[in-house]
Every structure is written in structure tokens, then in C-alpha cells.
């Protein structure tokens, strides 16, 4: 009778569509075209009018607004997120008031890729290799290093993924081109393997204890945020660990001491603790000096940033804008309540 109900809705009630997002450019072009195939529905593509009318809003396109903002928005029904987190979204005010939000994972190819590239730089030493060819110092068989001088190759690693997702499916397709055995860490057991995954683990300890490479693809939630905690990464000897999903998954402290004293391996960074207040371009990434020590591979929150990202994200939040409006239902709706 509810899915009836939400059906009916859509086919007969009149959505008025706001956007906040950039005028021009894809952004535009996409909506404006959606907006011709839905005349039945208003939509206000200037953030400025879409901010005076928020009252009136059914859906919103949007990245973020002000908690103000949303607490206005009374009438809201359903939020499309250009991207995938949604950590700075007020879930709880979303539930109570039974706000729908769909994400995008048009990135996620961009992100699991560099993620596999700064592994790659890590094991095959590229960063250090190439720092020193640049003053004239060289490593390995040329210099008569060559048996405990090297590099270690990808292949054959046991690797567990955490965060079985759009990132962590299309990383574990990447790793099996390196014959890697590739394990996904679910809080929940699932019926069917993700593609190019050999297991499924939903034990925090033996997914870390059995694999040496950690891939974190994970949101930030409250069941999420610190769960690689100093305990956890104490107990991560030997291991390399990769973050693309968010920083504070990863107790920041734990994470410092575990490199620094050499419990892990060496760590690949992409999402941080600490960033540049607005307009500045320098900062340290974290309150301990973890982009100061020497097994650590740094990237600047990027790994969504690559040029062919952003127009994925442009054209899955528009289909999933479209299937709603068609339908009342889209593959990519967040499920809020399983967030806690």
C-alpha cells in the first residue's frame, strides 16, 4: 500500500525542483533538458530563486546547505547529492521528517583508480626513486644493490576492501588484473559475492588480521567513524593501509603512532582530518605530523577530482532526478536509518 502511495504521488502531484548547483557548463545543459522532459514539474535552475523559495520545495539538487537552509525546506521530499558522501547531510532531521536522499557514484572508476595508483608508488618505491634520480643517487643493479635494493611488486596480495560499494567493486575489478586475493568487509553478511570479490568477512579483526593490503572506501557515519581505531591499528602489523573514503574513519592519533612506530607498513592518504580554512591553500592535513613521515604516500582529498569525475556525477544525479520523477523509486537512494 506505501509503495503504491509513493508511486501515486509522483505521477499526479506537480514537484517543484530546485538546484543549487553551478549554472552552466553540463550542469545546465542536463537539467534544462530533464526539465523539458518533465513539463509537468517546475524547475527552478538559479540557486538565488530556489534559496527564496525553499518553503516550496519538493526535491533539491544540492552539495550542501546551511542547517538553516534545510530546517526551511519543509515541504522536501527528496535531496539528490552530486556525490557520494553524505556525512554532511542532517540525517536525523531527514528520518523525522521522512526526506528521501539519493548520491552519486559517477567518480567511483577516478577514485578507485587512485587509489591502486598510490599503492603502486608506495611498493614500487616511486616516490623515493624518483626524488633521488633527481640528485643524481641511484638504486638497485646499477649500482650493485641490486638483490636487497628493490621493489616489490602487487602481485598475488591478499587484499580486504571496506566498503563493498561502487568504489570498493569497481577497486576490486582493478586488483584482479594483479591476481590478487580480494576479500569484502561488510558490517552485514550479504547473499550473493560483490563481482571480482573471492570472500566476504564481517569481522573487523579477521578481515585486518588475514590481509595485507586494507583499502577503506568507507562513508563516515556513526557506526563508521572511528572504526579503525588505535586498538584496531595496533593490531595491523605489517600492514599497508589505503583511505579513500573518509578521514575520521580512522582514528587520527592511532593512525600517527601505528606509522610512526612501524605497526604498519606505510599508509596512502586521500582523505584528511584537517583542511584549509576557506581561500587559503596551505595547511597541515592532520593535528600529528603525519604527512611528515617517510611511509606515507599523501594526496590532497583528490581522488575524486579527476576530469572525467565530475561529469559522471552530473549525469548520474540527473538520471537518478529522472527515475524519480518517472517513477518514484532510484537504484541510488541512501538508506538513512541503516547509517546509525
Not at 584549509?276 to 599523501?298: K, Q, T
Amino acid at each position: 500500500m506505501a509503495l503504491y502511495y509513493t508511486v501515486e504521488i509522483i505521477l499526479f502531484y506537480r514537484m517543484r525542483i530546485g538546484s543549487f548547483v553551478p549554472r552552466g557548463g553540463i550542469w545546465s545543459n542536463r537539467l534544462e533538458t530533464l526539465a523539458a522532459r518533465h513539463p509537468d514539474h517546475d524547475f527552478i535552475l538559479d540557486s538565488a530563486s530556489a534559496e527564496a523559495q525553499l518553503g516550496d520545495l519538493d526535491a533539491i539538487v544540492a552539495n550542501r546547505l546551511s542547517d538553516e537552509s534545510w530546517r526551511r525546506a519543509t515541504r522536501l521530499k527528496a535531496v539528490f547529492a552530486p556525490l557520494a558522501g553524505v556525512n554532511h547531510l542532517p540525517t536525523a532531521l531527514f528520518l523525522e521528517r521522512g526526506v528521501r536522499v539519493f548520491n552519486a557514484h559517477g567518480n567511483a572508476r577516478q577514485v578507485a583508480e587512485r587509489a591502486l595508483a598510490m599503492t603502486l608508488a608506495f611498493y614500487g618505491r616511486v616516490i623515493e626513486y624518483h626524488e633521488d634520480l633527481r640528485v643524481e643517487k641511484w638504486h638497485g643493479f646499477w649500482v650493485g644493490r641490486g638483490a636487497e635494493d628493490n621493489w616489490s611488486s602487487l602481485y598475488g596480495r591478499k587484499v580486504a576492501i571496506f566498503g563493498a560499494g561502487a568504489i570498493g567493486t569497481a577497486l576490486a575489478h582493478l586488483l584482479a588484473a594483479f591476481d590478487c586475493q580480494v576479500t569484502a568487509y561488510r558490517r552485514r553478511p550479504a547473499a550473493a559475492l560483490p563481482p571480482d570479490f573471492h570472500r566476504v568477512e564481517t569481522d573487523l579483526g579477521k578481515a585486518v588480521a588475514d590481509n595485507e593490503l586494507l583499502f577503506l572506501a568507507l562513508p563516515l557515519t556513526p557506526a563508521t567513524k572511528g572504526l579503525f581505531s588505535r586498538e584496531v591499528l595496533q593490531s595491523a602489523r605489517g600492514k599497508f593501509l589505503v583511505n579513500v573514503g573518509r578521514g575520521e574513519v580512522v582514528d587520527e592519533e592511532g593512525l600517527y603512532l601505528a606509522l610512526k612506530d612501524g605497526i604498519l607498513s606505510g599508509a596512502a592518504i586521500d582523505t584528511w582530518y584537517s583542511y584549509p580554512s576557506s581561500g587559503a591553500d596551505h595547511g597541515a592535513p592532520s593535528r600529528f605530523p603525519i604527512h611528515l613521515l617517510p611511509n606515507v604516500v599523501l594526496s590532497p582529498h583528490v581522488a575524486g577530482s579527476a576530469r572525467e569525475s565530475a561529469e559522471g556525477n552530473v549525469v548520474q544525479t540527473v538520471e537518478n532526478l529522472d527515475s524519480w520523477l518517472a517513477t518514484g523509486h532510484c537504484a541510488s537512494e541512501v538508506r538513512l536509518s541503516e547509517l546509525y
